[in-house]
């Protein structure tokens, strides 16, 4: 469903996941069922964060090179200047 963006099939993987009789599986399954307009609208739409969570990565792996070393002043020039 992920890759093919198939999200209307949502409603017959989540009865075949709680009947499989796994503990993780079911739970999470049935725990769709709670913000399933969403979960839907995430699986058919092809829209992503994926760039957003690449410059947030990006900005992480500079604070975690700096720290304590130096303030924020440096880090702040790294980040625009990188």
Request: aromatic share 8%.
């Amino acid at each position: 469903m992920l890759t093919t963006l198939s999200g209307d099939r949502l409603p017959e993987w989540i009865t075949e996941a709680s009947d499989a009789d796994l503990p993780g599986t079911s739970s999470f399954a049935t725990g769709l069922y709670s913000d399933f307009d969403a979960v839907t609208v995430g699986l058919t739409t092809d829209w992503n964060s994926g760039p957003v969570e690449g410059v947030v990565n990006r900005i992480k792996m500079l604070k975690r090179q700096m720290f304590g070393r130096v303030g924020f002043p440096l880090l702040r020039r790294r980040v625009l200047l990188a």
